[in-house]
């Protein structure tokens, strides 16, 4: 028996509509063109059985053009019934059709949250087709391929208001993302009301003062952030305003680490005895939860609230960078280590989330938390939230345990999506809107049964360089609908121009909306390429590419600059700039890239170790791209490795004389960043038998503040090799201490 949701009734009109490419996002996952054509009304006559809360919902998002009445006969939407599938599980509730014809539109679903995703579809081809007034007869099919598709707001570094997560869980709404994780707790803020510790916020939603500008800056801004928080029931009022969107919200308590602001309000949960204050820079500090008894006791009164407010099937609760430097000076926790035969400190973390898991489950639900809770054993019931990369999610996956992939290279939204010198200061990294729509959340590493355990994609927005819900809305937009289409299962890294080409349309929505949506797409974007032994600039814009214009003196660029065709080769140092032009009228920001142009530029290269994912940008070719990496942006042009020595052998392709090598390595201790701790040059002739030429220490490289050139003598040789020694694991006293470091390199040269 089928479902009719809703009924667009018409006098009959055909008319042959030839197959085209419909601007929806996320694309359905089946279109079929049909003859004939929908004449849309002006006023929409509603019946009076249709689903409230849904209906009420499309009114309002198109009420300001289209009048609305209710009836019993001749409506335009009728002939609503629902079927109960009890045992259907969340995909099958969100399967969908929507019939076109002539005469009417249907909606056919399993539940009022396929209804609702219906409605999305449809207001965005009234959207579409209003200004003709006719939508082409059609059929759509469509339903997700995963059951979790989420979005992430970090309140806690910078808050945003009842209203702007309002406007958020909208922004999900619209292009089908089911998820909203709301990251209530950390170092830097408590936000959540919690009755039965009124300290929580009243001293740990506030802060002394707040870090601005780049963290290596480590400047701050001399003025008090706070009391922010939400009541609990301003929280009940977003939880309903999310259910009535069929979105749902899952919190997050940070444990065991990312607990200072808690810590601040009650110093008595820590191994030492503070005092405590919340964080007022970024990152990640040695004082976590203490896992004694009373610990215990306070996290499950918090959850016990916690619980009552958010109907979630998963609470989340973090597990990520928890520093074990406290738990190895802290007696109980030896003691406990020793007591439950317990491998180490990361066996203690195992101990800590299978506890509170035990608790949780008691609850009637489940726990999810970053990929570090798989440190010792996972919980047995636990999902994962993969973030540092892949694996976690596959580890967990084989196990046969629930993972949700947000990886950072892909999907951290705090990461910059355009070239850096013409974006807002952001957290570093280079995740582009292609590059977010190219991701398939499915690890290759699993087979068919493994993959059953993915469930689903989720990107993250934390807010350190996020001051205010404009720049929200910067940073997710346009990025949330290559999200959006990855998710839904629809997403085509292959046809990513006409991909763009709906972005650009959906734009217009946006601007009605009044959304300040990054326009990075409308920039020139540069790549360098190998180049007949050397590197050429490839440029690049969404645009018509004989609009592009550059110069290669360091000026503006003008309509009268040469007009862009092919890769501009660079066999110098020097500086292209490069802008839009349409008619005649500048349309884009100027980009600008310098080149230094040594003997290792655009030669080929190996290295021994590949860099993190998350910061990979361009693999080896990056070190000898002839860009020197901007130290305040590690963005495109740094590759990161942690734990990792660098090590890079350089073919000259024949041998040539040079005296002195270079390269660059940075220190950002709070980012977990340190210099490297030696590093040596070797040369050979054959690319095998290499011979040390030069060595240098910690000392030197700190004297020189990362910034490196060595004189190597008079040197002629086919091949160079340089290894960089990472600082290794870090020490105690430094934030993510007994963690390992990370090792950023940039541009390896020769002269």
């Excluded at 405590?276 to 990640?284: D, I, L, N, S």
């Excluded at 884009?588 to 910061?615: D, H, M, R, V, W």
Aim: hydrophobic share 35%; glycine share 8%.
């Amino acid at each position: 028996m089928q479902r009719f949701l809703l009924i667009f009734s018409i006098f009959f009109s055909a008319f042959f509509c030839s197959q085209t490419r419909l601007n929806l996002i996320p694309y359905p996952q089946k279109v079929e063109f049909l003859k004939g054509e929908f004449i849309i009304p002006q006023n929409f006559k509603l019946d009076e059985k249709l689903p409230k809360n849904e209906t009420e919902y499309f009114k309002k998002r198109i009420g300001k053009t289209f009048k609305f009445s209710y009836g019993k006969k001749d409506t335009h939407i009728v002939n609503t019934l629902l079927l109960s599938q009890p045992g259907a599980d969340q995909q099958k509730k969100e399967k969908y059709s929507i019939d076109i014809s002539s005469k009417r539109i249907e909606i056919r679903s399993n539940s009022d949250r396929g209804y609702f995703l219906a409605l999305q579809t449809l207001i965005q081809l009234i959207e579409q087709y209003k200004i003709t007034g006719k939508i082409p007869a059609m059929n759509i099919e469509d339903e997700p391929k995963f059951a979790w598709r989420g979005m992430h707001l970090d309140v806690c570094r910078h808050f945003f208001t009842v209203d702007e997560v309002k406007q958020y869980i909208d922004y999900l709404a619209m292009y089908k993302l089911n998820t909203f994780h709301w990251h209530l707790t950390d170092d830097q803020g408590w936000r959540i009301e919690i009755k039965k510790y009124p300290k929580l916020t009243q001293i740990g939603s506030k802060r002394k003062e707040s870090m601005i500008g780049a963290y290596v800056d480590n400047t701050f801004d001399g003025k008090s952030y706070g009391p922010y928080f939400y009541t609990q029931e301003q929280i009940k009022d977003v939880v309903k305003y999310a259910t009535e969107r069929h979105v749902i919200i899952v919190p997050e308590i940070e444990m065991p680490g990312h607990a200072l602001a808690a810590l601040s309000a009650y110093p008595q949960l820590a191994c030492t005895k503070g005092p405590f204050e919340p964080a007022t820079k970024w990152g990640v500090f040695d004082d976590v939860f203490c896992p004694k008894d009373e610990t215990f006791q306070f996290l499950e009164n918090v959850l016990d609230e916690v619980i009552a407010l958010f109907p979630s099937k998963y609470i989340h609760i973090g597990g990520d960078e928890c520093p074990k430097t406290r738990w190895k000076e802290c007696l109980h926790c030896q003691e406990l280590i020793k007591k439950n035969n317990l491998k180490d400190e990361h066996g203690l973390q195992s101990y800590f989330i299978h506890r509170i898991e035990k608790y949780v489950n008691s609850k009637g639900r489940k726990i999810i938390g970053w990929d570090e809770i798989l440190e010792g054993g996972l919980a047995p019931n636990a999902a994962v939230m993969s973030w540092t990369g892949i694996k976690g999610g596959v580890e967990a996956a084989k196990s046969g345990h629930f993972a949700v992939m947000t990886p950072g290279s892909y999907c951290y939204f705090d990461h910059y999506q355009g070239d850096p010198a013409t974006e807002p200061n952001a957290f570093g990294g280079f995740t582009p809107l292609d590059k977010v729509y190219s991701y398939n959340p499915v690890p290759e590493e699993l087979n068919a049964d493994e993959a059953k355990y993915i469930l689903g994609v989720q990107a993250n927005l934390w807010t350190e360089y996020i001051l205010d819900f404009k720049q929200v809305q910067y940073m997710i937009f346009p990025r949330l609908f290559a999200l959006s289409e990855v998710g839904w299962g629809t997403s085509d890294p292959k046809n990513y121009k006409e991909f763009e080409g709906r972005v650009i349309n959906e734009f217009k929505t946006l601007d009605k909306m009044g959304v300040n949506y990054a326009k990075s797409i409308y920039n020139i974007s540069g790549k360098v390429i190998s180049h007949n032994d050397g590197v050429a600039y490839e440029l690049s814009t969404s645009q018509d590419l004989n609009g592009i214009r550059y110069t290669l003196d360091g000026t503006d660029p003008t309509v009268n600059s040469p007009s862009y065709q092919n890769p501009v080769p660079v066999s110098k140092s020097l500086t292209i700039k490069s802008a839009y032009f349409e008619n005649g009228e500048l349309k884009s920001a100027i980009s600008l890239q310098t080149f230094t142009i040594s003997k290792t530029t655009g030669k080929k290269i190996i290295l021994e170790e590949q860099p993190s994912e998350n910061y990979s940008f361009g693999g080896a070719f990056t070190l000898i791209d002839g860009i020197i990496g901007n130290p305040r942006q590690l963005g495109k042009t740094w590759l990161g490795f942690q734990g990792k020595d660098v090590v890079a052998t350089i073919d000259f392709g024949q041998k040539i004389s040079f005296s002195e090598v270079y390269f660059n390595t940075l220190d950002n201790k709070g980012s977990w960043i340190h210099f490297a701790k030696s590093a040596q040059v070797f040369v050979s002739d054959n690319g095998t038998d290499f011979k040390m030429i030069k060595e240098i220490g910690k000392g030197e490289i700190l004297s020189a503040k990362g910034k490196i050139r060595l004189n190597v003598g008079n040197q002629n040789s086919k091949y160079v090799k340089i290894k960089i020694e990472n600082a290794g694991i870090i020490p105690a006293g430094n934030p993510g201490a007994d963690s390992k470091a990370w090792l950023f390199v940039d541009e390896i040269g020769a002269n």
